[in-house]
């Protein structure tokens, strides 16, 4: 029975723990980073060498970082990339999400 009413995707917040930090994820915006990789190497690079645990605490942090609560230093410290690493990561996630860079 069709009642008019149209269903799109659900967004699930997913709560993890990734080196001693809790980590809550919106499911849709980390599928949009995840389907963008071939469009930002640097993605896959970071799934690569450091799982995609740390793409997701990355993820988590950045937000932290557009807000000015944290330093891509201290993103490099907790997810273990190195700051050139996280740099580029932090870059390509804030053009991916639309945060902005002022």
């Not at 930090?21 to 896959?44: G, M, R």
């Not at 993103?75 to 902005?100: F, M, N, P, Q, R």
Request: proline share 2%.
């Amino acid at each position: 029975m069709d009642n008019g009413t149209e269903h799109g995707p659900e967004s699930v917040e997913l709560t993890l723990t990734v080196r001693d930090i809790d980590v809550s994820v919106n499911t849709l915006e980390f599928i949009q980073i995840l389907a963008h990789k071939d469009e930002y190497p640097i993605i896959q690079r970071v799934i690569d060498e450091h799982g995609l645990r740390v793409l997701a605490l990355a993820h988590h942090l950045v937000k932290d970082q557009a807000d000015g609560e944290i330093t891509i230093r201290q993103i490099a410290s907790l997810t273990g990339l190195s700051t050139v690493t996280a740099y580029d990561l932090v870059e390509a996630l804030y053009k991916l999400l639309d945060l902005s860079t002022d």
